[in-house]
């Protein structure tokens, strides 16, 4: 099994760019998670799926971010416009649904100057 | 926020047992004790979880008191590549996983 794939693993981007980040769940994995890591703050749920339908967006920062899941295979984390303090690793993680275990991608590395 | 308490930090020798412990005083009669851990730069790995009984797989084995307010994460035989912060997770079966601070576990060669 290929497990969960991110991408890209790494970006720098200017101030005020947009960025798109994406997630390729472990196949048959019915529920997503997006993580946000920092030293500051540690690991922080942003958002997760279940059925490509979003359940908990609290987590989500603010207006800034937004989290689509278009199918079963797919889904993206958007920050528009960046900002420097969006600088951290992200990473996407999947499970094959309740009380089951979460497998977390190798992260997507952002840096905003 | 999290629902657990453990140490910051942790030494313990190459090739001895690690003894992480977690406190869990407010968990419910329905969640379960998840463990993952984290080694440098990766995504956090999942390693064992628990209900009631004590857990045993490849990687590691779960001790839960009694009374579920505490349990402890055993390596058997630690080696320098289990260094790695490691998260005691308190959740519900179809609730969330939320992250704590975790304890960062040298193995001292």
């Known amino acids: 099994d290929a497990g969960v794939i991110q991408s890209p693993r790494h970006e720098v981007t200017e101030m005020g760019q947009e960025v798109t980040l994406r997630c390729k769940p472990i196949s048959g994995h019915n529920s997503l998670f997006w993580y946000r890591q920092t030293m500051m703050r540690g690991l922080e749920l942003l958002i997760y799926?279940?059925?490509?339908?979003?359940?908990?967006d609290s987590g989500m920062p603010e207006d800034r971010f937004s989290a689509k899941m278009p199918n079963a295979s797919f889904s993206t984390l958007k920050i528009q416009p960046s900002e420097p303090r969006d600088s951290a690793v992200y990473f996407c993680a999947s499970s094959g649904g309740a009380g089951n275990t979460i497998y977390f991608g190798e992260g997507s590395w952002l840096t905003v100057v | 926020d999290a629902k657990t308490t453990q140490p910051t930090s942790m030494d313990c020798a190459e090739g001895r047992a690690a003894n992480l412990p977690c406190n869990h005083s407010t968990i419910s009669g329905n969640e379960y004790v998840y463990w993952y851990r984290q080694i440098h730069s990766q995504g956090p790995q999942y390693i064992i979880h628990g209900l009631k009984n004590n857990e045993t797989n490849e990687m590691a084995s779960l001790i839960i008191t009694e009374d579920r307010k505490s349990s402890t994460l055993i390596l058997p035989h630690a080696t320098l590549r289990d260094t790695a912060v490691y998260y005691c997770i308190v959740s519900g079966r179809d609730d969330k996983i939320i992250f704590g601070k975790g304890t960062r576990l040298h193995i001292l060669p």
């Open positions: 799926f279940n059925n490509n339908v979003p359940i908990d």
